[in-house]
């Protein structure tokens, strides 16, 4: 049966899983932010649990592949950044990264929101684009942000 499974479980298989599993509590968040749903969902230890099993996996094919230190060629330049991404279980170890990151960001993006009173019609647009461009969208709703909570707060 584990060997069923980790046939099923192919880098492409887990990225579709991954990239696509983001999508609907990225929607909730958008749509039904304040609901018990997104809550538990989303506000929660859930999603950041379900895309640990994924790393944790990858990164175990990572050692059987006897990759694992090819990673800390990040640190050397650009150029060798290009090579990491170049092999394909290093590469969805950082997308995995990324989805978590990023949705993490939305959640608190979500709750920030009500905390300030800040209308959904404004927080909306900034969740959307953080989605898609992270620092971009948390810039923006630092910005909208302020004149909600009436300070200029670069902590918390």
Avoid at 14 to 43: D, E, M, Q
Avoid at 46 to 73: H, S
Avoid at 90 to 118: E, K, N, Y
Wanted: glycine fraction near 4%; include cysteine; aromatic fraction near 16%.
């Amino acid at each position: 049966m584990i060997n069923t499974l980790e046939n099923l479980l192919t880098s492409e298989n887990i990225y579709l899983f991954a990239n696509w599993g983001v999508v609907p509590f990225w929607l909730l968040l958008v749509f039904i932010p304040n609901h018990s749903i997104t809550k538990f969902f989303c506000h929660s230890i859930i999603i950041p649990l379900l895309l640990t099993i994924a790393y944790v996996f990858v990164t175990r094919q990572i050692i059987l592949e006897g990759n694992m230190l090819e990673g800390f060629k990040l640190y050397l330049g650009l150029d060798n950044l290009n090579e990491i991404y170049s092999n394909k279980s290093l590469r969805l170890i950082f997308w995995i990264h990324f989805l978590a990151i990023s949705l993490f960001i939305g959640a608190w993006i979500a709750r920030d929101c009500q905390r300030h009173m800040v209308p959904k019609i404004l927080s909306i647009p900034c969740i959307i684009i953080t989605y898609f461009a992270g620092p971009v969208g948390i810039v923006i709703y630092w910005i909208i942000r302020i004149f909600y909570a009436k300070k200029i707060n670069f902590n918390e």
